[in-house]
């Protein structure tokens, strides 16, 4: 069964930290990864997408990493700041039927 | 340019009513989704348009939702009638090419809260 799991489910850090998400997924043939941003009451907003041959990508403080072998991904934050307070979502692309399988997020707080 | 338009954000109902949503995605994006989210969990998928075919409703609960995609462009969802287990987050979503592609990016609208007392 394609799933995504992520850990933690949630998280709090000190601002000006750095942190990292987890994602583990067993979706079969994979085509892409996503991470996407999403803040209390609004849409999801993609932050990086990863093809298998990508093994890290960036995007400002938000570096997403994958390892397509033991079918792992991390998203780490840099130096974070209040408006990284968000859940952050990994979602992985099956290739056959471009199903997206998402996961169900890492709440993220960051405290001044 | 402007994003995914949704309309209403917030709707409150009685159990056994309808309810509709609107979307009108951004311009010249072909694949449109309704999403459907819980709190504290990932979107699922409802159903994904391309262009004005609907292919992939297999999620979609067909006793009492229904979506149309009228010449492509905007989308309206529907809920006939609501019971309390459908309250939720609806979200919209458009992209210009189907999910396997880089530039399958998925877009947003803000989202429907809905509300079934």
């Known amino acids: 069964k394609n799933q995504v799991e992520q850990s933690p489910q949630s998280l709090i850090i000190l601002e000006g930290k750095n942190c990292t998400l987890q994602?583990?997924?067993?979706?079969?043939?994979?085509?892409?990864l996503r991470w996407y941003k999403q803040d209390t009451g609004r849409g999801p907003v993609s932050l990086t997408i990863?093809?298998?041959s990508e093994n890290t990508k960036s995007n400002g403080r938000y570096t997403a990493t994958l390892d397509a072998d033991t079918k792992q991904s991390s998203l780490h934050i840099t130096a974070s700041q209040l408006s990284d307070s968000a859940s952050y979502i990994c979602?992985?692309?099956?290739?056959?039927?471009?199903?997206?399988?998402w996961g169900a997020g890492t709440k993220l707080i960051i405290k001044p | 340019e402007a994003g995914v338009v949704q309309s209403p954000r917030y709707k409150i109902i009685e159990k056994k009513q309808p309810v509709a949503f609107w979307c009108n995605p951004i311009?010249?994006?072909?694949?449109l989704y309704w999403y459907r989210q819980n709190l504290g969990q990932g979107p699922e998928l409802l159903i994904r348009?391309?262009?004005?075919?609907?292919?992939?409703d297999s999620q979609l609960p067909k006793d009492r939702f229904s979506a149309e995609r009228l010449k492509g462009v905007d989308s309206t969802l529907k809920i006939q009638p609501a019971e309390l287990g459908d309250s939720a987050v609806y979200l919209c979503?458009?992209?210009?090419?189907?999910?396997?592609?880089?530039?399958?990016?998925?877009?947003f609208g803000e989202g429907s809260r809905l509300t079934v007392l």
């Open positions: 979503a458009s992209s210009l090419e189907n999910p396997d592609s880089n530039t399958g990016e998925l877009f």
């Open positions: 311009s010249g994006h072909n694949t």
């Open positions: 348009y391309e262009n004005e075919e609907a292919v992939d």
């Open positions: 994602c583990n997924y067993t979706v079969s043939p994979f085509s892409n």
């Open positions: 990863m093809t298998f």
């Open positions: 979602v992985v692309s099956a290739w056959s039927n471009y199903q997206l399988i």
